[in-house]
């Protein structure tokens, strides 16, 4: 009896084990799913690597004299950084536009092939005869790629 006792016990835990996903084999368990990891609490989160693209950043626009007659010249200074990272040089369009009351004109477009680090771009233009009086607007716009960015300075036509 003692032996049918044991057999039954055994079967009862061989139930148990099959039920757990294990397999009993002669020699002892095996094909057990291991218990999950716990996490550490003192590791740090394992973040997905920081993928960086080459920009362009506007850093300054000055316009001078902020007021100026028919005929005056204006002058523009643009300070602006570029940060490459693969080739170290990136290529991008400027584009300068005058926009006020009667007018909203492109006055310049330039392809640039510029390398990391800070950058100064220069402009004139000359107010033309018969411009309205009023405030306008003188737009640059660096364009790379599908993004841009755009500086503005304003000034008065006397």
Do not use: W
């Amino acid at each position: 009896m003692q032996k049918s006792g044991k057999v039954k016990r055994m079967k009862v835990s061989l139930r148990r084990m099959l039920t757990a996903g294990c397999i009993l084999l002669a020699v002892g368990l095996a094909g057990c799913p291991a218990p999950a990891p716990k996490p550490d609490p003192v590791a740090p989160p394992v973040l997905p690597p920081v993928v960086q693209k080459d920009r362009i950043f506007v850093k300054k626009l000055s316009i001078s004299p902020s007021a100026v007659s028919a005929g005056e010249t204006l002058n523009r200074q643009l300070n602006y950084s570029i940060s490459a990272e693969k080739t170290g040089k990136i290529r991008f369009t400027e584009v300068i536009v005058v926009s006020g009351k009667a007018i909203n004109m492109e006055l310049s477009r330039k392809v640039l092939e510029k390398g990391n680090g800070n950058h100064v771009s220069s402009f004139q233009f000359k107010i033309p005869n018969g411009l309205p009086p009023g405030e306008y607007r003188l737009i640059t716009n660096l364009i790379y790629g599908k993004s841009s960015r755009k500086a503005t300075g304003r000034f008065t036509v006397k």
